[in-house]
T-cell receptor
Framework: NAGVTQTPKFRVLKTGQSMTLLCAQDMNHEYMYWYRQDPGMGLRLIHYSVGEGTTAKGEVPDGYNVSRLKKQNFLLGLESAAPSQTSVYFC????????????FGEGSWLTVV | AQTVTQSQPEMSVQEAETVTLSCTYDTSESDYYLFWYKQPPSRQMILVIRQEAYKQQNATENRFSVNFQKAAKSFSLKISDSQLGDAAMYFCAYRRGGGGATNKLIFGTGTLLAVQP
């Protein structure tokens, strides 16, 4: 009963390094999302995907790239990490069959020093 | 663009008492969904309750209920018989109905609820 799984859970990066966050869902959902959560700002949408092979920009896409090569996976990449990208990242997924309820992963804590 | 506003950054309630968290939203759509999510210190996002805009009846889930005022674009959460485990950050969220590229969940900035024993 995995649901939405994010890896890694914690990571510390140096400024300028690159990394990829992996989101995997086992519910055959069409839609997947990446959010970042910062104090006092709620969750802000970075990028999202409405199906395999398609991605779109959210509210705060700069500095991030995404890919959806397989339906169950949604990757979030940081090509050159900056301290402003220190945040908690959440992946989420949903489908019409889930009644428009969105299911979240447990979050990934990223610190850029 | 749709927006969600939570005007109460922090709230406090005594155990066993009732508390109401406020949320307002702005949209020109007629088909949409509203949600309340709970985020405890573990940071896990837990769905508390959802409301379909086309339903006039307010949603209820055990001790949690909403007051959905569509014309006023207001969606408040009432927690009855508050328990220590209710202490968490609560987020109000909006999602446009139907499918397609604009089907995304928009969050308010959250209300931190403390429960006093």
């Amino acid at each position: 009963n995995a649901g939405v799984t994010q890896t890694p859970k914690f990571r510390v990066l140096k400024t300028g390094q690159s990394m990829t966050l992996l989101c995997a869902q086992d519910m055959n959902h069409e839609y997947m999302y990446w959010y970042r959560q910062d104090p006092g700002m709620g969750l802000r949408l970075i990028h999202y995907s409405v199906g395999e092979g398609t991605t779109a920009k959210g509210e705060v896409p700069d500095g991030y790239n995404v890919s959806r090569l397989k339906k169950q996976n949604f990757l979030l990449g940081l090509e050159s990490a900056a301290p402003s990208q220190t945040s908690v990242y959440f992946c989420a997924s949903c489908d019409r069959a889930s009644g428009n309820t969105i299911y979240f992963g447990e979050g990934s804590w990223l610190t850029v020093v | 663009a749709q927006t969600v506003t939570q005007s109460q950054p922090e709230m406090s309630v005594q155990e066993a008492e009732t508390v109401t968290l406020s949320c307002t939203y702005d949209t020109s759509e007629s088909d949409y969904y509203l949600f309340w999510y709970k985020q405890p210190p573990s940071r896990q996002m837990i769905l508390v309750i959802r409301q379909e805009a086309y339903k006039q009846q307010n949603a209820t889930e055990n001790r949690f209920s909403v007051n959905f005022q569509k014309a006023a674009k207001s969606f408040s959460l009432k927690i009855s018989d508050s328990q220590l485990g209710d202490a968490a950050m609560y987020f109000c969220a909006y999602r446009r109905g139907g499918g397609g590229a604009t089907n995304k969940l928009i969050f308010g900035t959250g209300t931190l609820l403390a429960v006093q024993p």
